[in-house]
Nanobody, 124 residues
Framework: QVQLVESGGGLVQAGGSLRLSCAAS????????MGWFRQAPGKEREFVAA????????DYADFVKGRFTISRDNAKNMVYLQMNSLKPEDTGDYYC?????????????????WGQGTQVTVSS
């Protein structure tokens, strides 16, 4: 089993940047593919980005391609989401998730463990 704790959220102006971190404990994160999801108020939780156990390949939702970058440091048991050129529509709670095995997924239901989320607010 793995425990996930997100950090790095906050309030930022449109066009700004944030770097989210996800700290894993319990088992080495290299045993898992990792993903980031987000949930805006009143909306379903949606896929943002994912990476395989090694950090490659990566997948991104169309609405973040070219702006967000997912990365991982297995030695530190950390996963990151660098978010640039933020827009007000990026506002929401961002969740880190772990999926058993080496292959990542875009499907929320295929992830086994979830963090509590970190809030991101982008002002216009």
């Amino acid at each position: 089993q793995v425990q996930l704790v997100e950090s790095g959220g906050g309030l930022v102006q449109a066009g700004g940047s944030l770097r989210l971190s996800c700290a894993a404990s319990g088992r080495t994160v290299s045993s898992y593919a990792m993903g980031w999801f987000r949930q805006a108020p009143g909306k379903e939780r949606e896929f943002v980005a994912a990476t395989s156990w090694s950090g490659y390949p990566t997948d991104y939702a169309d609405f973040v391609k070219g702006r967000f970058t997912i990365s991982r440091d297995n030695a530190k048991n950390m996963v990151y989401l660098q978010m640039n050129s933020l827009k007000p529509e990026d506002t929401g709670d961002y969740y880190c998730a772990a999926r058993r095995g080496h292959v990542s997924s875009l499907v929320r239901g295929e992830y086994d463990y979830w963090g509590q989320g970190t809030q991101v607010t982008v002002s216009s």
